[in-house]
């Protein structure tokens, strides 16, 4: 459903302002009344408007002084001004509107279709660039939050790396220091405990290089990338995790395998953070040129006013959707959440070239 714009038509006499409210009021916009052009201009102050129809001939103000005093605010210097003119309009007075800022002339008597469709074309207008302006919000905060995504898995990272990899590595240079020396009593334990700090060491490493970008995702695809992951995440978290993938597939995109790989990951961690759920399904279907990847959980589900958020593409999501809603909508496809006291699904939908799709095994 489109958003409503405002159009302001400003005309000292009654009878012809309800008459373009009748001509334009099948264009289905707000539609605001001004009898003079001080009336004109307190409506302006209140309300955002796409397009002012201005009456050039006025007591008082007329159309030519009021547009001139509206495109000297910094505010309206993009406004689009339509004049309505009943006498006669040489290229002298055309200039002069237009140097006052008016993007048109409409000649009385009007006709509604061409009136119609001017306004209509500048209320569009309006409507593309506030759009265009929302989007660029979104992306600006969403860049935001992204930075300061990227600086905690940073830290993350770097903790992981002290205290896990760095702590083992500790343990084998201190070994390796001991049996430097000319006399080492227990060497044979002290050679076993290094050894062992290093196997743990080389895990950790292996953990930490599939957590960051598993090498098995380029090696084999997004199957068995997925089989493993899940396997390590149900170990890591208690959740038991149920994973029906295609038995034979061909390879997918690679942009295709990332993307869904990495909001596998981020569908997981939201099911271990948020959901309470001792279980979760996993489910890749390839058909109809299309792949669709499902997540379900069994916990508490989502609070109302975060799905409401969800539906309106808003800004206050969290750093976790909002990126995965981008990865989608880069890829042509959509992203579905449907929530409820008895848990949460998420349904990932993407098109696929039609020869990754026609093989492909589809799971009952």
């Known amino acids: 459903m489109k958003k409503k714009v405002n159009i302001l038509m400003v005309d000292d006499q009654p009878g012809k302002l309800l008459s373009y409210q009748a001509i334009l009021g099948e264009l289905g916009e707000n539609l605001i009344h001004a009898a003079s052009a001080r009336e004109a201009l307190e409506q302006l102050l209140k309300n955002e408007v796409a397009v002012v129809l201005i009456d050039v001939n006025m007591p008082e103000m007329?159309?030519?002084?009021?547009?001139?005093?509206?495109?000297?605010?910094?505010?309206?210097?993009?406004?689009?001004?339509?004049?309505?003119?009943?006498?006669?309009?040489?290229?002298?007075?055309?200039?002069?509107?237009?140097?006052?800022?008016?993007?048109?002339?409409?000649?009385?008597?009007?006709?509604?279709?061409?009136?119609?469709?001017?306004?209509?074309?500048?209320?569009?207008?309006?409507?593309?660039?506030?759009?265009?302006?929302?989007?660029?919000?979104?992306?600006?905060?969403?860049?935001?939050?992204?930075?300061?995504?990227?600086?905690?898995e940073r830290r993350r990272i770097a903790r992981e790396l002290h205290d896990s990899l760095g702590q083992y590595l500790a343990?084998?240079?201190?070994?390796?220091?001991?049996?430097?020396?000319?006399?080492?009593?227990?060497?044979?334990?002290?050679?076993?405990?290094?050894?062992?700090?290093?196997?743990?060491?080389?895990?950790?490493?292996?953990?930490?290089?599939?957590?960051?970008?598993?090498?098995?995702?380029?090696?084999?695809?997004?199957?068995?990338?997925?089989?493993?992951?899940?396997?390590?995440?149900?170990?890591?978290?208690?959740?038991?995790?149920?994973?029906?993938?295609?038995?034979t597939a061909d390879r997918l995109p690679e942009s295709i395998e990332l993307a869904l790989f990495r909001i596998l990951q981020e569908s997981l961690t939201n099911v271990h953070r948020h959901s309470g759920s001792s279980s979760v399904e996993i489910r890749l279907m390839i058909a109809d040129r299309h792949a669709k990847l499902a997540v379900r959980d069994f916990g508490r589900g989502m609070p109302a006013d975060f799905l409401d958020a969800f539906g309106q593409n808003h800004t206050r999501l969290g750093v976790g959707l909002s990126g995965m809603r981008e990865r989608v909508k880069d890829l042509g496809g959509r992203l579905d959440i449907s929530s409820d006291q008895h848990g949460t699904t998420i349904v990932v939908t993407v098109p696929v070239d039609g020869n990754a799709a026609t093989s492909a095994f589809i799971p009952s």
């Open 62 to 152: 007329d159309g030519f002084e009021l547009a001139d005093t509206i495109r000297q605010h910094p505010r309206f210097e993009q406004t689009a001004m339509i004049f309505v003119s009943a006498v006669h309009m040489t290229d002298r007075d055309r200039l002069k509107g237009y140097e006052r800022g008016g993007v048109d002339y409409i000649s009385v008597p009007v006709i509604p279709e061409l009136l119609r469709a001017k306004v209509k074309v500048f209320a569009e207008l309006h409507r593309k660039s506030q759009q265009l302006g929302e989007m660029n919000e979104e992306l600006r905060l969403l860049s935001g939050r992204l930075l300061m995504a990227q600086d905690a």
């Open 171 to 247: 343990s084998v240079q201190m070994s390796l220091e001991i049996l430097s020396r000319p006399v080492v009593p227990n060497k044979a334990e002290m050679l076993s405990v290094a050894k062992e700090s290093l196997e743990r060491a080389v895990a950790e490493t292996r953990t930490l290089s599939h957590l960051l970008h598993p090498p098995l995702l380029d090696e084999a695809g997004f199957v068995s990338a997925a089989h493993l992951y899940v396997e390590g995440f149900g170990q890591r978290s208690g959740i038991k995790a149920k994973l029906d993938l295609p038995s």
